[in-house]
Every structure is written in C-alpha cells, then in structure tokens.
C-alpha cells in the first residue's frame, strides 16, 4: 500500500444561510435555461472559451482521480464535413432502415428528429467525447479506469453547464455506433466515443420541442427518508 499525503482543503468557500438560499436558486434559474438545440448559428466562438468550458469538465470527480476522458476539439470544416457524412450514414440506417427498433423511434417521435445533421457542419465547434478504459492519473499510463462511464458522464454534465453558463448553447448528439470518430479523431482502440457535444451559438428562429419541456417535479424524482 502506497503512503497517502494530504494537504488542507485549499480553496473551499461558505456562505451565510441566506446567500445559500439565494445562490441556490440562482444557479436552479439560471440552469432552467438551458436547452439542447437543434439549429445552429454559424457564428464563431472564440476557442479559449471552449477551452476554458473543457477544463472546468476536468475537474469532475473520477475513478481513483484518472479522468478517464479525453475532449477532441473540432473546428475544421473538412473534419466536420467528414463527422458529418459518417453520422449521416449511421442516422439513415437508424431512421430509414428502423434500426432503432419501433419502440425506440416512437419514443423519438415527439423530438421530431431525423437523419439530417446540418448542425454537424454548420456549428463552429463539435467536441467528441472519448472516454479511456485504460490510463492513470498521469498522461501516458496504461493502467486499468475505474468507473469510466461515471467519470465521464459526470465531466459530460459540468461540460454542458459551463458551456451554458458561458452563454452558448449544446447538443449531445449520439449517433450508434460512433466507433468512425475514432478513426477521425486518430483515438486508440482503448477510447470509446461516448458523446459528440456540438457547440455554438443558436439560429435566430431555433426551437425547442414541446415534448423537452416537460420537467417531472422535485415530487417525481425525490424520496424522502
Ligand atoms: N442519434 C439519433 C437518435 C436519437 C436518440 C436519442 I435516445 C435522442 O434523445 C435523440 C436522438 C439522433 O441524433 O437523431
């Protein structure tokens, strides 16, 4: 067993009850506002806003601290073009040839989603989302991840927030299978595509589908004990 050193808390903040209370809403109101976004903008974002977005996901909580993910940051048009044709074929089977099954495209239905991915190409920015079986905590280990999915889930989350604190907007787009972006993005046969984050501003006449509306109450999702 390797000795632990610990340090103290370095930078933890209380607040008075009150500013509690008020932060706390605050954060809830601001994070209602957040909506995925189908229709993108083609207006350019600065990259070090992007980059400032991906390094507070990397502060998610991980499995015995490896962060087992890894950001590819798109912004050329050829690799977007090629992202999208990819993603395309894959959706054209999901939707076309019902590979989705029945149950699946029904539960879509509402979203009124298809095949047709403009917003790969169109929106200044696209994140692929690896997450890595293997690493450490340090760059170029080859140790077991632990709790990959979690990791990366968690850092996807923070991701989606910063981005929408920063005022842009976000789609989570999952194509199936997404196995192609590692060939485009040159990832290892040990990262598997969890999420393709396509990032931007939104179109001026962009919509939400009704059926994303629908929240289940603090009732719905909560027991108390
Ligand atoms: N990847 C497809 C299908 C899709 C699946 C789910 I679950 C969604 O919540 C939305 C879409 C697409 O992007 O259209």
Known sequence: MQKHDSVPLPDYQEYPLAEMHERSTAFLENVSRRHSVRSFSSRTVPQEIIE??????????????????????IGSDSVKAEIRLQAEQ?????????????????????????????????????????????????????????????????????????????????????????????????????????????VGYPEIDATVPQHALIKKSLDDITTYL
């Open 90 to 198: 894959e959706e054209q089977r999901f939707y076309g040839e019902k590979r989705g099954g029945e149950a699946w495209l029904n539960a879509l239905a509402p979203l009124g989603t298809d095949a047709s991915k403009p917003y790969l190409e169109k929106a200044p920015w696209l994140i692929a989302i690896f997450a890595e079986r293997r690493g450490g905590v340090e760059k170029g280990m080859e140790h077991k991840n632990y709790y990959v999915a979690e990791s990366v889930g968690i850092a996807t989350g923070i991701l989606i927030t910063a981005l929408h604190n920063a005022g842009l907007v976000a789609l989570t787009h999952t194509p199936k299978p997404m196995g192609f972006l590692n060939k485009i993005c040159n990832r290892p046969d040990s990262n598997k595509a969890y999420i393709l984050m396509v």
């Open 52 to 73: 400032q977005c991906i390094k507070a996901a990397s502060t998610a909580p991980s499995g015995a601290n490896h962060q087992p993910w890894h950001f590819a940051l």
